[in-house]
């Protein structure tokens, strides 16, 4: 955004003009109001406040004050500043328990729509966002009449909230991304703001849950954090550092990575310490004791969230949870019906609209039949779908995505998941990507400091985001012929150019996305380094992004492939920041629900490696797991348990044996991609890869054994010479001696006694070798007939 500054000291100096009333103190004209946004003169009365909050902006940590009356002798003009300022949190909770509910596509896509709208276009609504240039959704004149609508045939109703609008400015938004928003506002608003929040996503979603909470500061707290009214019994800096030692301070103010008792302190006594109080109270709301924290004392409890009854005797919708209203049933004079006549809820023929409407099949002018001939007063508003935006990224950056296409404004959005998994080899696979920020948590408590601080570093964090899943996905996908067959959704069987992906998300620091299997790893390992370069390159925002250590940085040891080409070594941690990912390659057919279940679990565990890894070595970098799931029933429980008792084995007086190597490093990730990638393109034996793959089980010697073996039997110099180079030097070597311990990898375990023998554990790549093989093109060969057949052979 433009001067987020100025934004900043307009949004709290439209607060405290208003007072802590219903009625404004003094009410600022729009040429005021104008005159304050550029920075220029304004009335003496406004100008003695604008004064005070650029006082407050320009506190410095070197201005820190030791005690309470160091700080009143500073600041107390500020402190006497008895109007209080309105800070309101909020948005949806059990966000994929709302969008998971129907298994199929363009539910999920409708669903996932939705929830952007209301949170990109409906909540800055109620702030006249659409006038104020920097909200770029709303640029378009259609989306300004709906906002517009929504303020004043929505949040001005009589039954809603009436002359909440009127209290509100576009730059009491501090952040609207990533599926929250955190706002300013007058004091006595401050419950009807939450109320509104909570209440317009029960008006669209009808089932999904939301949560908003709000608390009123004092002026000198947005800049010290938490302050008693009677100063001197505040828990400064003086108490804190007699009681330190104690455990509840410790578990408040301790932070890793941080020595200095007053940097603790600091850190901790900040605009920060107001965000986390009512990120307190947002969870006890959201478990529904919210009753406590209100400022009128009048809100509601969230015990009883938003649901429908059910009925043993009336039919069920097709996601089996609501009740339906209607079946779609096609006839000769409907144009465009939808496949198999389905059984709609209200909820979910919201959700197949807006689906509809965001894969650009209709437009909010021409709305589909089925819907008119339901006769649903619902407005589903505008929101640019994600293949939309990923087509205006286009333009600014060059691009070969749309290369030999002679139509590009033909191609159209997969309309299910088997189209998408066509365009993999092999065919009818799919990739399943999330994504999750690292560090963020810790660089918030260090760096963000200050409203403005928050406002630069979402907006960042959300165009890194965003940026990179399109920087990916033009780097490795192009558009796919799909051609019909009698199991597609379309009407029409010609055939047809598609974009090969679905983005079902892109909020704040996340990313849940399904692309074709063989794609899957190189666009989440372009996602996570294409995220650490934009917020590092060209001084983001002026953001302190970059990795500044105060000692060299050896990242060597954290990385388990070590290449012997100079050219590719290991990259140095340069970013704070970064993206663990999980990858699941699965059948197009498998549950989304399931496979999102899974895909989470290997988030959460690259995430924990991360973690690790950032302790252990240094390394701040991007880590991805993955597993390759050939049929549903291949996991039982969970993937942890699936690994502990499947794939590790464990002997006594033996070193433990883990016959697999995930998660990786985004550079190891590399170097196992070219490594499986070697094997495909010297057409190594398939019959000898899986072999070797079923001998890992009886033991370390023999595995090596058989290895070795069928590695002097080999007849093709060019085999030999790639498993020495590619695997044996790059991946096996031994740490005591210049040999190597092929098929295996000692690491160390970091949990276990130093001293004893079997604290060495061996890993091995050999089986990710196998699962990934038939995933991993041939260069310069685009007939992978015989691996698809193979392939489909092993799986049935």
Excluded at 153 to 163: A, H, K, V
Aim: hydrophobic letters at 35%; charged letters at 30%; a neutral charge.
């Amino acid at each position: 955004m433009k001067n987020p500054h100025q934004r900043i000291i307009t949004a709290i100096t439209w607060c405290l003009a208003w007072g802590e009333q219903r009625e404004p103190k003094k009410m600022l004209s729009e040429e005021m109001l104008q005159a304050l946004r550029n920075g220029e003169t304004v009335t003496d009365e406004v100008a003695e406040i604008v004064e005070g909050v650029k006082q407050l902006q320009g506190i410095t940590e070197a201005d820190f004050p030791q005690t309470t009356n160091e700080l009143l002798s500073k600041y107390g003009d500020l402190w006497k500043q008895n109007t209080k300022i309105g800070l309101v949190y909020g948005g949806a909770t059990k966000i994929k328990q709302y969008v998971f509910e129907a298994a199929k596509l363009p539910y999920i896509r409708g669903a996932s729509a939705i929830l952007d709208r209301i949170n990109l276009v409906d909540l800055p609504a109620f702030f006249g966002a659409e006038k104020d240039k920097d909200f770029l959704q709303l640029k378009d004149e259609e989306t300004k009449r709906y906002c517009q609508q929504v303020r004043e045939e929505w949040l001005n109703r009589e039954d809603n909230f009436p002359g909440l609008f009127q209290a509100l400015i576009p730059e009491l938004i501090i952040y609207s991304t990533g599926g929250s928003i955190l706002a300013f506002c007058p004091a006595a608003f401050v419950d009807d703001l939450a109320n509104a929040i909570e209440k317009r996503y029960t008006h669209e979603t009808l089932t999904a849950n939301s949560c908003a909470v709000g608390d009123t500061f004092k002026l000198l707290e947005f800049r010290f954090g938490l302050l008693s009214d009677s100063i001197h019994e505040t828990f400064w800096l003086d108490k804190y550092l007699k009681n330190q030692d104690n455990a509840v301070v410790k578990a408040y103010f301790d932070q890793p990575g941080v020595d200095s008792p007053q940097q603790k302190f600091r850190d901790r006594k900040s605009f920060n310490e107001l965000v986390l109080k009512l990120a307190n109270q947002f969870s006890q709301r959201r478990n529904g004791n919210g009753n406590r924290n209100n400022i009128s004392g009048n809100r509601s409890s969230r015990c009883y969230p938003p649901m429908f009854e059910t009925h043993p005797y009336l039919h069920r919708d097709d996601s089996d949870s609501h009740n339906a209203i209607v079946r779609v049933e096609n006839d000769e004079n409907q144009n465009k019906g939808l496949p198999n006549e389905p059984w709609l809820s209200e909820t979910l023929a919201r959700k197949l609209l807006m689906g509809q409407i965001t894969k650009r099949e209709y437009n909010k002018g021409d709305l589909p039949k089925w819907w008119n001939k339901l006769g649903l007063n619902w407005e589903p508003g505008k929101i640019e779908g994600w293949v939309k935006r990923f087509e205006d990224y286009r333009f600014d950056v060059p691009s070969k995505y749309y290369q030999g296409i002679e139509n590009p404004e033909r191609v159209e959005e997969a309309r299910s998941l088997r189209e998408i998994a066509s365009a993999s080899t092999p065919s009818g696979f799919v990739a399943y990507i999330y994504a999750d920020g690292n560090n963020m948590g810790g660089y918030i408590r260090q760096k963000i400091k200050s409203p403005e601080d928050y406002q630069r570093f979402s907006q960042d964090i959300f165009e890194a985001t965003e940026k990179s899943v399109y920087a990916a996905i033009d780097k490795h996908l192009r558009p796919h012929y799909f051609i019909p067959d009698a199991k597609s959704s379309r009407d029409n069987k010609s055939p047809v150019w598609i974009h090969p992906f679905e983005i079902i998300t892109i909020g704040g620091d996340d990313v849940l996305l399904v692309v074709p299997a063989d794609k899957g790893l190189e666009i989440a390992k372009t996602i996570g380094e294409e995220f650490e370069n934009r917020l590092i390159d060209e001084n983001k925002s002026q953001g302190d992004y970059s990795l500044v250590p105060t000692k060299p940085i050896d990242n060597s040891k954290a990385h388990r492939y070590h290449s012997k080409d100079s050219s590719e070594q290991p990259p140095v941690s340069k970013c704070k920041l970064s993206m663990s990912t999980g990858v699941l390659i699965t059948a197009c057919d498998t549950p989304i629900y399931y496979a999102d279940k899974l895909v989470s679990q290997l988030l959460k565990s690259a995430k924990k490696t991360a973690k690790d890894l950032k302790k252990n070595h240094q390394y701040y970098s991007g880590t991805v797991d993955f597993l390759v799931m050939k049929a549903v029933t291949m996991i039982s429980s969970n993937i942890k348990e699936f690994r502990e008792q499947g794939l590790t084995k464990v002997s006594p007086d033996k070193p433990k044996l883990k016959l697999y190597s995930s998660p990786y490093t985004l550079y190891e990730l590399g170097g196992l991609l070219k490594t499986v990638g070697a094997f495909k393109n010297t057409n190594f034996p398939r019959s000898q890869l899986y072999q070797i793959r079923s001998l890992l089980e009886r033991g370390k010697r023999t595995a090596i054994l058989n290895y070795r073996y069928f590695r002097v039997r080999l007849q093709d110099d060019n085999a030999k010479q790639l498993l020495e180079e590619q695997f044996e030097q790059t991946w096996c070597e031994a740490k005591t001696n210049n040999g190597n311990i092929a098929p295996w990898m000692s690491v160390g375990d970091e949990n276990e006694d130093k001293n004893a023998d079997t604290t060495t554990i061996y890993e091995t790549i050999w089986r990710d070798i196998v699962d990934l093989y038939p995933f991993i093109p041939e260069e310069n060969n685009t007939d992978n007939s015989r691996d698809n057949q193979e392939f489909q052979r092993e799986v049935g």
